[in-house]
């Protein structure tokens, strides 16, 4: 079945731009059926969508991060990534990869990958 | 934004227990609500999808109901493997949020 992984630093410095990865196995990132997701945890906020990407490069996020984010697809690596640019202690967070599925508001997120602990701080 | 809660936030329970979790939106979210299961260190996984259907592989045990803004998940007998926190997450709106997590553990 399909998997994710995330990958990337573990220590961003503030003001710097923090870089993830999420790896997709067993199955193929290049489904139409399919957006690729990130969602973080902090302490603070929960669970957080951030953003999600197809694999012809289309993207949606939320509005709040948006002036921060680039998402990128690398279909032949079966990969898919995130960059937030501008970091604070606020980002500081667990952040997980997620295939979403469903059309519309059938929306789901299924599977996720473990989560990548993400820390800025100097 | 739609916001979510959850209550309660905790709870404590013995093994056989029913065990029955609220998730609230701030507005009619009709049935587009899911419910994710999350151990430490694991995977969040999907439960529940629109209110009241159970995903592949979950056990009967797992039900949901509700629509509008008022939802329950229930664990019809607590098993070891339950003790986790849940969280509820709606997709009505584009904005897909998440309750805050009601976290399930052992008495």
């Known amino acids: 079945q399909v998997q994710l992984q995330e990958s990337g630093p573990g220590l961003v410095k503030p003001s710097q731009t923090l870089s993830l990865t999420c790896t997709v196995s067993?199955?193929?990132?290049?489904?139409?059926?399919?957006?690729w997701s990130w969602i973080r945890q902090s302490p603070g906020k929960g669970l957080e969508w951030i953003g999600y990407?197809?694999?012809?490069?289309?993207?949606d996020s939320n509005p709040s991060l948006k002036s921060r984010l680039i998402m990128s697809v690398d279909t032949s690596k079966s990969q898919f990534s995130l960059k937030l640019s501008s970091v604070t202690a606020a980002d500081t967070a667990v952040y997980y990869c997620?295939?979403?599925?469903?059309?519309?508001?059938?929306?789901?997120?299924?599977?996720w990958g473990q989560g990548t602990l993400v820390t800025v701080s100097s | 934004d739609i916001q979510m809660t959850q209550s309660p936030s905790s709870v404590s329970a013995f093994v056989g227990d029913r065990v029955t979790i609220t998730c609230r939106a701030s507005?009619?979210?009709?049935?587009?609500l899911n419910w994710y299961q999350h151990k430490p260190g694991k995977a969040p996984k999907l439960l529940i999808y629109?209110?009241?259907s159970l995903h592949d592989g979950v056990p009967s045990r797992f039900s949901g109901s509700g629509s509008g803004t008022d939802f329950t998940l229930t664990i019809s007998s607590l098993q070891p493997e339950d003790f986790a926190t849940y969280y509820c997450?709606?997709?009505?709106?584009?904005?897909?949020?998440f309750g805050p997590g009601t976290r399930v553990h052992i008495k």
């Open positions: 997620a295939r979403k599925a469903g059309a519309k508001s059938f929306t789901v997120f299924s599977p």
């Open positions: 067993g199955g193929s990132i290049s489904s139409g059926d399919y957006y």
């Open positions: 990407i197809s694999y012809s490069g289309s993207t």
């Open positions: 507005q009619s979210i009709s049935s587009y």
């Open positions: 629109a209110a009241s």
């Open positions: 997450q709606q997709s009505y709106s584009s904005l897909f949020t």
